[in-house]
């Protein structure tokens, strides 16, 4: 049986850390400028919420 290599999967979870990490300071960059950073079509476009069964209060 081989036996496991470390060094390989220590370095993986290095890089999904720091590629993670890249990730939120790119969003939180796009908030602070106010623009949607992947293009998300929920983000960028107003939905109004489902209707209610109640009329809105005046």
Do not use: H, I
Not at 11 to 24: I, S, T
């Amino acid at each position: 049986m081989a036996k496991p290599n470390y060094s390989f999967e220590k370095r993986q979870r290095e890089l999904a850390k720091k590629k993670k990490k890249e990730e939120k300071l790119k969003e939180k960059a796009g908030r602070k400028t106010g623009s949607p950073q992947d293009g998300d079509p929920a983000d960028s476009q107003s939905v109004d919420p489902a209707p209610s069964a109640y009329p809105p209060v005046s």
